[in-house]
Nanobody, 119 residues
Framework: VQLVESGGGSVQTGESLRLSCVAS????????MGWYRQVPGKQRELVAD????????TYADSVKGRFTISRDAAKNTMYLQMNDLKPEDTAVYYC?????????????WGQGTQVTVSS
């Protein structure tokens, strides 16, 4: 599985961005996809994830009501619509795909895309 993110950039407080993550390879084996973010010196944290098929989404409390995760199965693409951005949303955002095959879990990561929000 290969994942490629895009859509990051520099915006002002209150503005919006949409991140995209295109999956390729054995995409049919992915059970759940998600967005994570990381700032220097801190652990990578879950922003939102979505189950494949059930399309059940979960969000970190810090982004609820502002971010929306979605997926276009036909395009093998996952999105993160980020509205009302705040400086604390500044981070590198990563796409993750998880497969579970015969009880073995494996995570795949994209290269990350930088989001910078200035006040």
């Amino acid at each position: 599985v290969q994942l490629v993110e895009s859509g990051g950039g520099s915006v002002q407080t209150g503005e919006s961005l949409r991140l995209s993550c295109v999956a390729s390879g054995r995409t049919f084996q992915i059970n759940i996809m998600g967005w994570y973010r990381q700032v220097p010196g801190k652990q990578r944290e879950l922003v939102a994830d979505i189950t494949i098929g059930g399309e059940i989404a979960t969000y970190a409390d810090s982004v609820k009501g502002r971010f929306t995760i979605s997926r276009d199965a036909a395009k093998n693409t996952m999105y993160l619509q980020m509205n009302d951005l705040k400086p604390e949303d500044t981070a590198v955002y990563y796409c993750r795909g998880r497969t579970v095959i015969a009880g073995t879990r494996e995570d795949y990561w994209g290269q990350g895309t930088q989001v910078t929000v200035s006040s």
